[in-house]
């Protein structure tokens, strides 16, 4: 027998897609993806890129206050342990925040398979979806909520010192006793950068934040975060020409002044990359229409359709502009509703 909605995904959009088709009694099945070391280098891990961010400041609903108890009562004792400490003065971390939505779906009967898709088949209804260790499951509905990942610079000697001091998540990594008061680098000049900059003071004797312009694009809020920030160098104009090693780990990374036209290498222990996101659409093997960039197009202003009837789109996996949690699941909603009233008229 066929599902009759299927979601692929487990950042926000996957999770308020499950929460509402489970509410409309559509017994809701989620690929929220595998854990997997492969996952974990891509950051493509389940519960999506929220899970690898610290405090979330700007999700409605989450003010400062007390949500420990909350979550005692939300996960079991050893991912709570997993978890870090929440203490009264924050609002919610990343992982706190996708924990609870997990919760809320399951609350309402969503099922969950931890497994990656590998492919589908949506050449007729029912939709076939094929994940790698698991059997293939029929779909009448799809919503597809795989988000995006993290881009790399793309120099053989950045693939080189991957989990040896290079990293796309600082988040993840920056605690490690490698980086523990060493001086470290980010490169990018957007929100992430700029966060993962002050993030990374925590623990570095100094960051060196490499942007290619001489004008942050991040916003002002949190640009001035890490300008304020005694720990954080600005090196502007700048780009990587080489991730520089001693064959087991990153001693610092080469860059160029692309004004001056001068280069210098500077000694650091880790360089964190914070360059914007790739959609994750691999599995679809282009049977669904996209843009240049691989972002899935909705087909109708104001809905979550694509460019097959029945297959939604919700979240980063379609969305190269807005990229916030709350307009994730805010259109991950919509595809529930999508799907539901599809499924309605098919009856
Ligand atoms: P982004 O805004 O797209 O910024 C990417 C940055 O990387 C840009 O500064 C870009 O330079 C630079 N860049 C891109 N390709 C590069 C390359 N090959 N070499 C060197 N530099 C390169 O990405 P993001 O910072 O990941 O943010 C994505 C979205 O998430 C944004 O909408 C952001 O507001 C949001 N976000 C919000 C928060 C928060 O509110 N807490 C935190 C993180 C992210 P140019 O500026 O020259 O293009």
Redesign the pocket.
């Known amino acids: 027998m066929s599902e009759k909605v299927v979601i692929i995904g487990s950042g926000p959009a996957g999770w308020s897609a499950a929460i509402y088709s489970a509410r409309a009694n559509l017994e809701p099945l989620v690929f929220e993806g595998a854990i997997t070391g492969e996952n974990q280098e891509n950051g493509t891990l389940p519960l999506g890129q929220l899970n690898l ?1 610290t405090e ?3 999700f409605a609903g989450f003010p400062a206050g007390k949500l420990t108890d909350f979550l005692d009562t939300a996960l079991d004792e050893k991912d709570r342990m997993m978890l870090p400490p929440n203490d009264e003065k924050h609002a919610i971390t990343g992982p706190e925040l996708m924990n609870l939505m997990r919760q809320q779906a399951r609350n309402f009967g969503t099922r969950i398979i931890t497994d990656d898709v590998v492919s589908v088949d949506l050449s007729k209804r029912p939709f076939v979806v094929t994940p790698r260790d698991h059997e293939a499951v029929e779909a009448e509905t799809l919503i597809i909520a795989t988000g995006a990942k993290a ?1 790399y ?2 120099l053989e000697s950045e693939s080189e010192y991957k989990n040896r001091g290079v990293s796309a998540c600082a988040v993840c990594d920056g605690a490690l006793p490698m980086f523990r008061n060493q001086p470290l680098m980010v ?7 700029v ?1 993962e900059a002050t993030y990374l003071t925590n623990f570095a004797s100094k960051v060196y934040l490499v ?3 001489d004008e ?4 002002k809020i ?1 640009a001035e975060r890490a300008i304020r920030n005694e720990k954080v160098e600005i090196v502007w104009n700048s ?2 020409e080489e991730v520089i090693g001693d064959g087991t780990k990153l001693t610092g990374v080469r860059l160029k002044d692309t004004v001056a036209n001068t280069e210098q290498v500077v000694d650091c222990a880790g360089m964190f990359v ?4 790739t959609p994750n659409v691999a599995f679809l093997d282009g049977q669904v229409e996209t843009d240049e960039a691989g972002y899935i197009q909705w087909s109708t202003p104001f809905r979550t359709y694509t460019s097959v009837e029945g297959v939604y789109a919700a979240g980063d996996v379609a969305d190269d502009y ?3 949690a709350i307009t994730s699941a805010g259109t991950g909603c919509m595809a529930a509703l999508d799907a539901e009233r599809f499924l309605a008229s098919q009856e």
């Open positions: 961010t979330v400041e700007n881009n610079l793309g490169v990018g000049g957007g929100d992430s950068a966060e942007h290619r312009r942050l694009r991040a916003s949190m780009v990587v914070a360059i914007g996101h807005y990229r916030q």
